[in-house]
């Protein structure tokens, strides 16, 4: 086996994991506060790609930098949501929970079928060509930058969890909704804010691929499925897990295509969800369930 | 109490404005076709395509394209041999499914349709050729290209479009052509594809057509991957481990921009890109996205003839319409109502026998795509259906950086840049 090419994958791997970790943990975070499983995740990643391509082209903002201003809108989208739709089915069963959102992610796609059309986008921005080479292995630069920035949310999102007023509260209602309530923290209002921000870190995400894939409308069904495989390999509501699980998947995919053909990729994916259902049904990290 | 009323009316009013919106797209997005009761002899052509569905882009574009033909035989006159008569386009949609196509063919044929016209995918024609021949209706593909579906004997099936077997032929032969022109003979090559029925089917054909013609070419490695991928860094890798000098691609117009950035990215040394016949290189939005990496690209294609007066006309119709350029698909959708109508002219009859009979001796030339005139041969196939070779080339204009370099009566540019600069060099 050539000793490059399995570096050059795993280096890949692990730089493209980085970012399946964090379109993950959205996931995670919306369903360990609220339970609810969110299918409307990848459609809401397209969109804030979306939303930073058109501020591209329209403004010639780099993706880098409406970065802010895209996940903003997103966290606004996700709020609204949660407070017009989410909220109500939460206490029903999650059968029930799952048409509602379902349909978010068919009107957030066909919205931008009808805003977009179907052809793929890709605009050429400042990074997405560069790359570092370490003698005969390549870093792709933008994969890089999204692995770094992925990482930085990941412990931004970690320090706002444990310190500010408003994660200790997301993580009370979290912990137990009663309990929540009866201390006087407005919990509809937190579910509100934990939504919005599972969507701007899946948003987040979103901005940071765009200089290494074209958008079309359909493609948010792929990395629903990619956050769930995460989620569920890293355990489910951990935050740390996710990042783990993405590390994980993105390597294996990766590197399969050395003994695979890439076709079989998702059957790589899914194997090794079977494998830690079988024998680690609560995810690598997910201990107290 | 106010807010809840003030909630309500807006539920209602956002059902009904979206309704209307939903509706309004549906509508337009069939083409709205114009239905002309003027005239009472109206002469009913059937198209067959996939208007909805996974091929919605490339169904409608059709669909547009046999209107427009129609749009324009009756402008000018109508089919004069049978007194002005009107063509009236009926519409099938066959969703990309085959057994749906056969129904809606059905259903036009009821409807009066005395000829049918379509469906762009290979599998849909061949149910729609076997209903035809049952029913005694001319079926006039204008675009299809598997070899098999007048491989049966029909009597009334017929071909405007390219074979599969000759489009095979025609990259070989370009391929040769440029090699010898330049003086370059790469050895190694890898072939790439999308893993559906299309792309499976051409690049398995042209690996064995490549073997045949003699050509000094070792294909040194197969890379497949799913169709609608997002990431091809690992695949790319595997091409750079396998050290080609060509890349026979066989793609579809998302994955192009992403191999072509990333053997840019990995510094994949290469003599240049050669598609055996695929779409991903030529779309504007591609030629946009990529600009200088795209440069010198080769795709083997059947394409639109620019140059020709009915193309340019042709053009200008559609893009006032559509305010899209009419690519090739659509231009051949174009020329089989041409075809159509040109055979209604001679036999200046709708009794399918007689239809058999003057398609068989057609001689159309007046067409906007590239290629000799239309006459069919035994099996119903285009002898005149000609692949061009095409080379995206700098160009201050966007739209004309695709330009053809070969056959030489229909090239835009005489000159072809083989070895093609490395795509960080430039």
Known sequence: ?289 | MPRKKLGNMDRRTFIKTSSMIGLGAAVTSFGVPKLLRAAPPTIKIGSVQPATGPLAVIGVGQRRGNQLAVDYINAMGGIKSMGGAKLELLLGDSESKPEIGRSEADRLIKAGASVITGPFQSGVALAISTLCEQRQVPFIMDVAALDKITDKGYKYTFRVFITVSGLLNGAIKYLKMVTDMKGVMPKRAVVTNTADAFGKGMSGGFVKFLEKSGLPIEVVDKVQYPLGIHDLSAEVARIKAAKPDILFPVSRPGDGIILTRELYKQRVELLGIFGPGSPGWYEPDVIKDLDKLIYYVMVNVPWINPESKVYQQANAAFQKAHSRYLDTNSAYAYTGVLVIADILERTASTDPEKILKATRQTNFTNHPVVGGPVQFDQKGNNTGALTALIQVQPDQDLLKRVKIVAPNEFAQSDKIVFPAPQLWKR
């Open chain 1, 1 to 289: 086996m050539d000793a490059t090419l399995t570096i050059q994958l795993i280096i890949q791997g692990i730089l493209l994991g980085g970012i399946y970790g964090l379109i993950a943990m959205g996931l995670s975070l919306i369903f360990g506060v609220m339970g609810v499983i969110n299918f409307a995740h990848g459609q809401m990643m397209v969109m804030a790609m979306y939303v930073s391509y058109w501020i591209f082209v329209l403004l010639g903002l780099d993706p880098y930098l409406s970065l802010i201003i895209v996940v903003a809108v997103i966290f606004v989208m996700g709020y609204v949501i949660q407070a017009t739709v989410v909220n109500r089915i939460i206490d029903y069963p999650e059968a029930m929970q799952v048409l509602p959102l379902v349909s978010i992610g068919l009107i957030l796609e066909n919205l931008a079928l009808l805003l977009w059309g179907p052809d793929h986008r890709s605009p050429q921005t400042i990074l997405s060509l560069e790359s570092i080479w370490i003698g005969p292995i390549m870093i792709d630069v933008s994969r890089l930058i999204a692995f770094v920035l992925a990482i930085f949310f990941t412990i931004l999102i970690f320090l706002f969890l444990k310190k500010t007023n408003i994660g200790k509260c997301i993580r009370a209602a979290s912990d137990n909704r009663m309990g929540a309530i009866l201390v006087g923290i407005d919990v509809n209002r937190i579910y509100n804010a934990s939504f919005g921000l599972g969507a701007a870190t899946t948003a987040a995400a979103g901005v940071l691929l765009l200089p290494l894939m074209p958008i079309s409308p359909h493609m948010g069904h792929d990395f629903t499925l990619t956050a769930f495989i995460v989620v569920i390999l890293g355990g489910m509501g951990n935050l740390l897990g996710a990042l783990v699980g993405g590390l994980i998947l993105g390597v294996a995919e990766l590197v399969s295509t050395l003994f695979l053909p890439a076709t079989l990729k998702q059957v790589v994916s899914f194997s090794i969800l079977i494998i830690i259902m079988l024998f680690r049904p609560q995810g690598i990290l997910g201990g107290k369930k």
